[in-house]
Each structure stands twice: as C-alpha cells, then as structure tokens.
C-alpha cells in the first residue's frame, strides 16, 4: 500500500482506474482459489491478511538497505494506519454495502424458480 507521503498507483491519473481493475482481476483469481481449495470467505480472509502481512515485511526487508528491527516495526505501524484508514472507509460505507447486498440477494431470490430453491 503507499502512503501518504509517496507516490503510489492512486497517485496517477488512471490510478483509480488501474486500481479498480486490478482488484477485479484479483477477486476473479481469488473466487478460483476458493472454489478449488473448498475454503469460505471468512477463512480466504485470515489467509490474505497473513500474506499481506508478511508481504509488506519482506517488501520493507527488500526495499531498504540497511533492514533494522526499528525500521520494521516504524514500517508495520505505517501498515496499521493503512488499514484502520481503510477499515473507517467500510465503517462509513456499512449501510450503502449492506444495502446492495440485500438488492443482489432480493435479485438472486427473484430469479430461482419456486419449487428450485437449494437452500430448501
């Protein structure tokens, strides 16, 4: 994730664009995995904020010259606030998520015929 102060793939004027496909590609790969692995959402998370975690750790490791443990630590706090930036986002986007999925689900329910529903 950038931060604040370096230039970062938002930072472009097709950022958001670029961003946005990207995490679309993601998800499609991610929805595979799933499937393949018979994993639900809430364990494919766990996983991703492990990976995610130690991603950003190797990446500081590489990315620095001299790696010290303060670094590290300085850098994993950086991560914190880019996730409990991203975690207020959701807070304040809740009822528009809760929202839509409840549309996707009315949509789904009207397109299951009577007598067909699985869940039955």
């Not at 370096?6 to 961003?19: K, N, Y």
Request: no cysteine; hydrophobic share 40%.
């Amino acid at each position: 994730m950038a931060r604040p102060d370096e230039p970062g793939i938002g930072d472009e004027p097709d950022g958001d664009e670029e961003f946005a496909a990207l995490e679309r590609a993601l998800f499609v790969r991610l929805e595979s995995f799933m499937d393949e692995q018979d994993i639900d959402d809430l364990y494919l998370a766990d996983l991703l904020l492990d990976a995610a975690l130690h991603l950003r750790m190797s990446a500081y490791a590489a990315e620095v010259e001299k790696p010290s443990v303060a670094g590290l630590k300085l850098d994993l706090d950086r991560l914190r606030l880019d996730v409990e930036q991203m975690i207020r986002g959701a807070k304040k986007d809740a009822e528009g998520f809760i929202a839509e999925v409840k549309d996707l689900r009315a949509a789904e329910a009207e397109e299951v015929p009577e007598g067909n529903n699985p869940e039955r």
